[in-house]
């Protein structure tokens, strides 16, 4: 791994510089791939900011954090992008998990996820409760109209007109959206 560390205002002091290099070579714990990370430390005022970027094998994962301390910015940083690392492992390890498997039909699967503090890595989120139904071919209109029979805000349908799925819900200000793919 290629850690470059540069300062913006602040001297970059070998303490510094260890610190960040050994919260980085814990990420190669969880991904073994090439990686290369660059992180920009500044202090304006009494704010501290740590910026990291990381980018392995084609994709690039970016974190900044703002405190009262260095080390602390640092810290919360390398949390932010062991995060996103476990999130981009397990949409890899679920896209060939799906692509294995034949679906029966045509269904959908709502997973609902809750965390409690996803952006600082405290906790991965988890599935609370999951809900599948049928997906029926139905006007826009018909699918508003369903929507407020079945007191739901969001409602996955196929379209009679386009005969794709799409999906319809319902704003905070009372009106819709919808959601159609552009193939």
């Known amino acids: 791994m290629k850690i470059l560390v540069t300062g913006k205002q602040v001297e970059v002091t070998p303490a ?7 919260g980085l070579e814990k990420l190669t714990k969880i991904f073994d791939g090439n990686m290369d990370a660059e ?4 202090v304006e005022k009494r704010r501290h900011t740590a910026e990291i970027n990381l980018r392995a094998e084609g994709y690039h994962l970016h974190s900044e954090s703002n405190s009262d301390d260095m080390y602390k910015s640092i810290d919360i940083c390398i949390s932010r992008i062991q995060t996103q690392l476990y999130r981009h492992k397990e949409k890899m390890r ?12 045509l269904g959908v699967k709502v997973d609902l996820l809750r965390g409690e503090d ?3 890595g405290t906790e991965e989120p988890h599935i609370v409760r999951t809900r599948n139904y049928e997906v ?4 826009v209109d018909e699918a508003a109209m369903q929507m407020d029979l079945l007191h ?4 996955v349908f196929i379209n009679d007109a386009s005969n794709k799925l799409n999906v319809l819900y319902r704003r905070r200000d009372g009106n819709y959206d919808l959601i159609a793919p552009v193939l």
Request: hydrophobic share 30%; net charge neutral.
């Open 94 to 105: 679920t896209k060939r998990r799906k692509g294995s498997e034949n679906a029966p039909g």
């Open 39 to 42: 992180a920009v430390l500044s």
């Open 152 to 155: 739901q805000d969001v409602l």
């Open 118 to 120: 996803l952006e600082f």
């Open 136 to 139: 029926k071919p139905m006007s």
């Open 16 to 22: 510094l510089e260890d610190h960040i290099r050994e």
